[in-house]
Each structure stands twice: as structure tokens, then as C-alpha cells.
């Protein structure tokens, strides 16, 4: 079996807490790149992405960035679609990066948004 790095051996732990103690809830997983950021919200039941939100999308692409302000903005526009989707309570996958910088201003804006996390 291969050797997995630091980083995969974290986010393998933080997905198996987190799915111990969701309790149905959906997981609001968010990857970042150097480029850019994405959020999804997923019904691990059902196996299917509620709602998503990247700064790839087309209405923002040419405006954003590899920044906190973009990572902020896609925070509040995935808040929007969950909401619009019936969801409210999720549990935070920050997916093996660590809760600073862009992640950290991606979950208080989807917390400012409506998100109970």
C-alpha cells in the first residue's frame, strides 16, 4: 500500500470524525487551489451535490481571485443555494486544509449567511 502524504492522512481523519458525528446532516466540503476555491454542499445519503459555488463560476470568473474576498463571496453564494434548497444545518468539511486564510473567511461568511454550522 502506498505511504500517504501529511495531507491526505489529515483530511482522512477529519472526513471520518465528521461523518461520525453528523448525524444525517449534509457536509458543506470546500478544495482550494492556488487559483481558485469551491464549495459543495452534499447529501452523503443520498449520494448526490445539493448546491455548489466556486469562483469558476460564470457570472464571477474574470472578477476574482485566490483571495479571502473571493472565498467570502463563494461562502455566501453556496449559503444562498442551500438555503434555496431547503438546507440550513451542515457540518464543515474543510477537507484536510487547515481552518485559516480563505477556508476560515469561506465558513463566517456561509455562518453570516444563514448556514448553522
Known amino acids: 500500500m502506498a505511504r500517504l502524504s501529511g495531507f491526505e492522512r489529515?483530511?482522512?481523519r477529519v472526513?471520518?470524525?465528521l461523518k461520525a458525528r453528523a448525524g444525517g446532516k449534509?457536509?458543506?466540503?470546500?478544495?482550494?487551489?492556488g487559483r481558485h476555491i469551491y464549495a459543495q454542499v452534499i447529501d452523503d445519503a443520498a449520494g448526490r451535490t445539493v448546491a455548489q459555488a466556486s469562483t469558476?463560476?460564470?457570472?464571477?470568473?474574470?472578477t476574482t481571485g485566490a483571495t479571502a474576498a473571493a472565498a467570502a463571496d463563494v461562502?455566501?453564494?453556496v449559503a444562498e443555494a442551500a438555503t434555496k434548497a431547503g438546507i440550513t444545518k451542515v457540518v464543515f468539511d474543510r477537507g484536510g486544509f487547515l481552518?485559516?486564510?480563505?477556508?476560515k473567511a469561506l465558513?463566517?461568511?456561509a455562518r453570516e449567511?444563514?448556514?448553522e454550522f
Open 10 to 12: 489529515r483530511r482522512r
Open 15 to 17: 472526513r471520518t470524525a
Open 26 to 33: 449534509p457536509r458543506l466540503s470546500v478544495h482550494r487551489s
Open 56 to 62: 469558476l463560476d460564470k457570472d464571477v470568473r474574470g
Open 75 to 77: 461562502g455566501k453564494r
Open 99 to 103: 481552518f485559516h486564510g480563505r477556508v
Open 107 to 109: 465558513a463566517d461568511a
Open 113 to 115: 449567511s444563514g448556514l
